[in-house]
């Protein structure tokens, strides 16, 4: 019984370990990762994802999003950073852009899968436009704000 205790202290311990600060996740992302969320930002996006995902509010992943995006869904689209190989997700920011869905990037898929409440890393998420009675949203507006800001139109090519 005592040694168990011991292998979940030295588990959580390491994984205090493992966390990885926001500066250094930054460090992993690619290049497509433009709007890229502040720490602040990022952290509301993750709020925001765990509350939509207990309310049933969202869409997980490429193949479910891209589905729900020609059903005609709309709401807000939360990308993760650091993707690799880049085609898993390449196409979606022209998608996102030609149905007018604002977008904005996290810099962790790990921490989005586990904002979503999923085991897995997860590599976009679409939060569904809420309903009135959604708790979360405040934060969903301020989200949204931020992610229409963008022009990628205003964005110069470096050479």
Known sequence: MGEDKKKRESTSSQTAVD????????????V???????????????????KAA?????RRGVKEVVKGLRKGETGLAILAG??????VISHLPVLLEEKDIPYIFVPSKQDLGAAASTKRPTSVVLIKKP???????????????????????????KR
Request: aromatic fraction near 8%; charged fraction near 35%.
């Open 131 to 157: 309903k009135k009675d959604f708790e979360g949203q405040d934060l969903y507006d301020a989200l949204m704000e931020e992610a229409k800001e963008y022009d990628p139109v205003a964005i110069s090519v």
């Open 82 to 87: 650091d993707i690799y190989p880049l085609d």
């Open 19 to 30: 966390a990885k600060t926001y500066e250094e996740r930054c460090e992993a992302i690619n």
């Open 54 to 58: 207990s309310a049933k509010h969202i």
């Open 32 to 50: 497509i990762a433009q709007p890229l969320a502040n720490k602040k930002s990022t952290k509301k996006a993750h709020k925001l994802v765990k």
